[in-house]
């Protein structure tokens, strides 16, 4: 049974070695690879590959490689398909942590404007303007 990650927590800050907690606690790391997670959100959000794509301001070609696993998507490249399933502030924050990537940041300044961008509920073209308003560049010209 997985531990709860307050025990996990307590584990490794406990641990004199390395291998005394990775060999211990294995099972309880989250593997996600976005291709599955992508998939979970499909069947999640009743959506349909070829308009998330079309929302995220993708490439069929990219969004595809993405949803099929050919390619794994940079965090910008994620929020933008996050921004094409119409995720909020929270599911787009578990998107990025489950599939190894760092949730947004309300110090950051550009984290901090899709956050807001979220909460308003623009879209990825207006979330892009908000930032490139700002000098932050865009989503969708990011890696």
Same mark, same amino acid.
């Given at each position: 049974?997985?531990?709860?990650? &307050?025990?996990? /927590?307590? @584990?490794?800050? #406990?641990?004199? @070695?390395?291998?005394?907690?990775?060999?211990?606690?294995?099972? *309880?790391?989250? #593997?996600? @690879? %976005?291709?599955?997670? /992508?998939?979970? +959100?499909? #069947?999640?959000?009743?959506?349909?590959?070829?308009?998330?794509? #079309?929302?995220? *301001?993708?490439? %069929?070609?990219? $969004?595809?490689?993405? !949803? =099929?696993?050919?390619?794994? %998507? &940079?965090?910008?490249?994620?929020?933008? /398909?996050?921004?094409?399933?119409? +995720? &909020?502030?929270?599911?787009?924050?578990?998107?990025?942590?489950?599939?190894?990537?760092? %949730? /947004?940041?309300?110090?950051? @300044?550009? =984290?901090?404007?899709?956050? !807001?961008? +979220?909460?308003?509920? !623009?879209? +990825?073209?207006?979330? =892009?303007?908000?930032?490139?308003?700002?000098?932050? $560049?865009?989503?969708?010209?990011? *890696?």
């Amino acid at each position: 049974m997985a531990q709860k990650t &307050s025990e996990l /927590l307590n @584990e490794i800050m #406990h641990a004199k @070695e390395a291998d005394q907690f990775m060999t211990n606690v294995e099972t *309880n790391f989250a #593997h996600f @690879e %976005p291709a599955e997670y /992508l998939a979970e +959100l499909l #069947h999640i959000k009743g959506q349909t590959k070829s308009v998330v794509i #079309h929302q995220a *301001n993708l490439t %069929p070609t990219t $969004g595809y490689q993405y !949803f =099929d696993g050919k390619r794994r %998507p &940079s965090r910008s490249r994620l929020l933008a /398909l996050g921004f094409g399933f119409h +995720l &909020s502030l929270d599911e787009t924050n578990t998107m990025l942590k489950r599939t190894g990537y760092a %949730p /947004l940041y309300a110090k950051d @300044e550009w =984290d901090a404007l899709v956050i !807001f961008a +979220l909460v308003q509920r !623009f879209n +990825l073209n207006q979330t =892009d303007e908000l930032l490139f308003q700002y000098g932050l $560049g865009t989503i969708t010209a990011a *890696n």
